[in-house]
């Protein structure tokens, strides 16, 4: 072969490489909007149009469907019907892991044990240990579900020792409330409503779980635009000064959101740590909701995955 000839073969491998490694932007970025329980930055986010205006300065387009279901996410991003599922269960995006769906962390989105409670009436149980046999409701295969298992743990019981069925937040208050059920596992305005309506708390999740919440997207997105990812979590943290540097307006913004009081969401504030950055003890958390899963037959063991190789992303670990 022609020296020529071999090196017009290489400048096209090369070029070729490149284009396939640097891709093009896409139109339109994809971002879940999730405000439940009481995602403050995303709700803050949205009424400034932050995202608009950072990537439409990119010439990017903002879509945000309101995808909220952990399990409906995931499915969104192995379909590539979304980029970046905005608010994750840390458990969501650990069994998508473990069953094939590329995804990966990019950030945390909050902690909250204090948000996540067991709830009754008034004249419900009055402890942990009365629980057996009693009709318990909530969302199956969440953090909540986790809190009910290690709340029966604490009193020497099992999810079998209970009537646990499966209903979201709203029925499961509604079924509470109407007197359908003993105890129902609920979390943000849900929980406030029962609080309202003369419900009592049994526990929350402080010192019993360590619910994480996380960003998440598509690996194959993370991989071709890195630079686009770093832009989200710079206007996720925006988001997240505003509330710090505007803490009433934001409040104010986040109260109107969701259909409740100042006082109620100034309340429920407290309850949430935002900072992004991922850390070891965070890793440990979703380490413990893997073994948790397991545990309850919610993941075969062999499908378990390496929580700090496999599912998180290195930019997860920045503080810029």
Same mark, same amino acid.
């Given at each position: 072969m022609k020296p020529f000839v071999r090196l017009a073969l290489a400048a096209a491998c090369v070029a070729g490489t490149l284009s396939s490694a640097v891709a093009a932007d896409p139109a339109t970025l994809r971002v879940t909007y999730v405000t439940a329980p009481f995602n403050v930055p995303s709700i803050v986010e949205r009424h400034e149009?932050? &995202?608009e205006v950072d990537?439409? =300065? %990119? +010439?990017? %387009?903002? /879509?945000r469907p309101e995808i909220t279901s952990g399990a409906k996410q995931t499915e969104a991003i192995a379909a590539g019907a979304i980029d970046v599922a905005s608010v994750l269960g840390g458990a969501s995006a650990i069994l998508a892991k473990a069953n094939g769906v590329d995804i990966r962390v990019i950030a945390v989105y909050a902690r909250s044990p204090k948000a996540f409670a067991l709830m009754t009436r008034t004249d419900g149980p009055a402890a942990l240990a009365d629980l057996k046999g009693k009709k318990i409701a909530g969302p199956k295969g969440?953090? &909540?579900h986790q809190l009910l298992v290690a709340a029966l743990a604490s009193a020497g019981l099992t999810i079998n020792d209970v009537d646990y069925i499966n209903m979201d937040l709203p029925t499961a208050r509604a079924a509470l409330l109407s007197g359908e059920i003993d105890v129902a596992t609920l979390a943000g305005n849900n929980a406030i409503a029962v609080e309202? =309506? +003369?419900g009592k708390t049994l526990t929350t999740g402080e010192g019993l779980i360590h619910p994480t919440t996380v960003m998440a997207a598509a690996g194959e997105f993370i991989d071709a635009h890195p630079d *686009?990812? /770093? =832009?989200? *979590?710079a206007a996720h943290r925006k988001a997240l000064d505003f509330l710090a540097t505007k803490p009433d307006e934001a409040l104010k913004i986040a109260a109107e959101e969701q259909k409740i009081s100042i006082e109620d969401a100034k309340a429920q504030l407290p309850l949430y740590d935002f900072t992004p950055t991922l850390t070891d003890a965070d890793v =440990?958390? &979703?380490e413990a909701d893997q073994t948790f899963m397991v545990d309850n037959g919610m993941l075969p063991k062999d499908r378990a995955?390496?929580?700090? %190789?496999n599912l998180v992303a290195p930019i997860a670990f920045s503080t810029k």
């Open positions: 149009g932050i &995202l990537f439409g =300065a %990119k +010439g990017i %387009k903002i /879509e969440t953090t &909540l309202k =309506a +003369g *686009l990812v /770093e =832009a989200y *979590l =440990a958390n &979703l995955i390496d929580i700090r %190789k």
